[in-house]
Nanobody, 121 residues
Framework: QVQLVESGGGLVQPGGSLRLSCRAP???????????IAWYRQAPGKERELVAK???????KYAESVKDRFTISRDNSRKTVFLQMNNLKAEDTAAYYC????????????WGQGTQVTVSS
């Protein structure tokens, strides 16, 4: 099992910004570039939902709720995927997780610890 390491969460006011990082463990450095990676989030009492995904060639897709506010990117040299979150809203409050996508966009690995994003005034 492989767990990616999420970081960058915190407490911000509505309208603020955060940049999340998803770092691959060294054990998969050699196969990071061909991987499709996605960010998910889960708020208390809610189901986990897909926020954004990026393919090995850089193709990106977003949930409609974040499409004009969030940007997913990757740096293969650093084995890291980022999620830039702008104009944050209270509804964005959740624990954010990243994971590897397998065939059919099925989550391929176990979930890591995640990073908490709290948007509150």
């Amino acid at each position: 099992q492989v767990q990616l390491v999420e970081s960058g969460g915190g407490l911000v006011q509505p309208g603020g910004s955060l940049r999340l990082s998803c770092r691959a463990p060294r054990s998969i450095f050699s196969v990071f570039s061909p991987l499709n990676i996605a960010w998910y989030r889960q708020a208390p009492g809610k189901e986990r939902e897909l926020v954004a995904k990026i393919t090995s060639n850089g193709s990106k897709k977003y949930a409609e709720s974040v499409k004009d506010r969030f940007t997913i990117s990757r740096d293969n040299s650093r084995k890291t995927v980022f999620l830039q979150m702008n104009n944050l809203k209270a509804e964005d409050t959740a624990a954010y997780y990243c994971n590897i996508l397998g065939e059919g966009d099925i989550v391929a690995q176990t979930w890591g610890q995640g990073t908490q994003v709290t948007v509150s005034s």
